[in-house]
């Protein structure tokens, strides 16, 4: 296991995968721990930007993390790393929950103007094949524009902080990102 400093140091990749592993495997509640101490504010801060309440910021953490105890085993690092994974389970679950709220919220309509807008299994398919399609494509992305993307996007950092912890320039960050995401559309318009 990875031991922490003062500092907490951001784990590696690597170090992510082997905690996920280790709760996936035996249900090891230290490594769990270390999970969550990782992820938990990481989340907070992405729902929170998305503009979530805290209290429901704190609830889509939870549940997030609760995912993450339950289905580590389905975890398959082939498809992005564990950070991409932990991402968009805690995405999908602010979607939901805007859905959840915004049906709640929504007038009631006599019976003959209802429409059923609920996802249908067509609905359940195409998101799973979109899924699928933006897995494989970051798969074929090289290491370092992975991480580009990771960083920018699913953890939103910005682009200087970025260009600070890569110890490169600003308009080197923004020339990664720019060709990153070119070849993420390039694949992803190639996917069958």
Known sequence: MHSNSAENPVPTPEILHSWLQAVAKSQDREAFARLHSFFAPRLAAFLSRAGLSPAQTEDIVQETMFVVWRKAALYNPAQGGVSTWVFVIARN???DHLRRRANREMLPLDDWDQVDDSPTGEDGVLAAERERKVRSALALLTPAQLQILQQAYF???PQSAIARELGVP???VKSRVRLALGRLRKLLEEAP
Do not use: Q, S
Request: charged content about 35%; proline content about 0%; hydrophobic content about 45%.
């Open 170 to 172: 600003l308009g080197t």
């Open 155 to 157: 953890a939103e950092k």
């Open 93 to 95: 679950l602010r979607v």
